[in-house]
């Protein structure tokens, strides 16, 4: 499985971004798929999840409310919707695919995306 991810630019505070996660290679119908992190000089860190099903969700307790990922099986496709960004949230985001595993620090998934870079400006 290749992941692709896809969406990042910069963005004022305040504002959106969509970002996107394909898969080639293999469908991702089995896989749960989650979303990280990571700024400059931090570690890694959990942003939100979705099962396979897309029947369970779960989210950092810092983009609750404001995030949204969501998944399009036919399309092979998770989405991680970003509305009223904040300077915090700049950094490079990556999918992965794997066992879900919910809010975690465990970064042993299966697949990894390449990231796309969020900028939010003040």
């Known amino acids: 499985v290749q992941l692709q991810a896809s969406g990042g630019g910069l963005v004022q505070a305040g504002g959106s971004l969509r970002l996107s996660c394909l898969a080639s290679?293999?469908?991702?119908?089995?896989?749960?798929m989650t979303w990280f992190r990571q700024a400059p000089g931090k570690e890694r860190e959990f942003v939100a999840a979705?099962?396979?099903?897309?029947?369970?969700?779960s989210y950092a307790d810092y983009v609750k409310g404001r995030f949204t990922i969501s998944r399009d099986i036919g399309k092979n496709t998770v989405i991680l919707q970003m509305n009223s960004l904040k300077p915090e949230d700049t950094a490079v985001y990556y999918c992965?695919?794997?066992?879900?595993?919910?809010?975690?620090?465990?970064?042993?998934?299966?697949?990894w995306g390449q990231g796309t870079l969020v900028t939010v400006s003040s």
């Open positions: 992965a695919a794997g066992r879900y595993k919910g809010d975690t620090v465990d970064l042993s998934f299966d697949y």
């Open positions: 290679g293999r469908t991702l119908s089995s896989y749960s």
């Open positions: 979705i099962t396979w099903s897309g029947s369970s969700t």
